[in-house]
């Protein structure tokens, strides 16, 4: 594939993160009503995709009450395995109430806990997700961890929303010598790592507590949707760095794109409209690539030297070049690996669909990830910036 040359996303002059509007439009007005997918059905009838789509989180949904209103807490101590006791103690910000998890049809979620509220379940079947996406996110950067040029020394490096950890711990392995904090709202990180590596739950919606001026590298990787102010997030991330440490931000644009074309009134034309709109509603911006929030916000907040590079990801073993077909197999496979997981908070709590129609929607999600006619890509930006040493 060639150099990325990306197609201008929609600007907007909104200066509210949360409540942006792609130009020219409403994302609401452009989001399809979910009665759409059921009159539009491309399953052979002897299949029919009651039996042959759900998965069996879905099957339990079938049988459940209303959708998404059964909130279970799990009693605390469930993080036995997880290696936390020792941190929790430690952490400031946030009480032993975070071992909740809220149980929605099977799927665990992190409970709702103050400025917390993730979208992403944080279960076994999730973990794959994000591991599979981490595997992709390495062979999009040429094999490479981060771009930043951040030197062979980083004696202390930080990991915001480090998920399943394995960013941190790769890093870690790279650099014995450097001490890798990934933290998390969720523990769900392995309990055996190099020892180089520790764990620490946090909200980063909170003020950050880590000290100023302490930092080499902060890292944050696909944590778009879950922060209210993220001109407040690259401002602790200003502070907790030392002069001349960097930032590195990874983020996507949720609107899926195609040289070929991508039909609004398909799945994947209106997946980012829905996560746009969502993303409105619950006060948490899904448009931080599409609005250039990632570079604006850096800059605000006082980096300099600050370098934005897109990359355009394909999905699929559409692409000719070997690499880039390695690529998309691998980005497909990190979302069908879990396509649920991906919309059922989205798509049932937020937008208030039924399992039904999420269900359906679902299914015509998978048939055009699999269509070798669409040939679709989504852009990702690394933008990653330095502390100057005066500051
Ligand atoms: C898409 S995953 C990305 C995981 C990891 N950065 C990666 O790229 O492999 C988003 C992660 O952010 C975490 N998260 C969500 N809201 C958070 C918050 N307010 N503070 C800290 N972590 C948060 C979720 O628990 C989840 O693990």
Redesign the pocket.
Known sequence: MAEPSPASPPRTNETDEATAQPAGSSTAAAILPASHWESVCYLTPHRGYRSSFCSPDWRLAKHGSAFCVQIALEPEGDDADSGYNDVLSSTASLASSILHYRTVHGRTY?ASIG??????P?DDMHAES??I??HM?TLMLGDKLFLAPIGPNPKRVL??????G??AIDFADAYPGTEVIG????P?QPAWVPPNVKWEL????LDWTWGDNTMDFIH????VG??VDWRKFYRDAFRCCKPGGWMES?EASLLWRSDVGIREDSAMGQWGHVFQEAGRKIGRTFRLVDDELQQKYMAEAGFVDIVVKDIKCPSGDWPKDEKQKELGLFARLALLSDLNGYILHIWGSVMGWTPEEIAVYAAHMRRELSDPKIQPWFLRRVVYGRKPETS
């Open positions: 992190h400025n917390a509220d993730a979208w992403e944080n994000m591991d996406h981490h996110s990991d915001i929303g480090t998920g399943t394995i960013w933290t998390d709202l969720s769900m946090d909200d980063a919606n944050a990787r696909m944590l879950n922060i990874h």
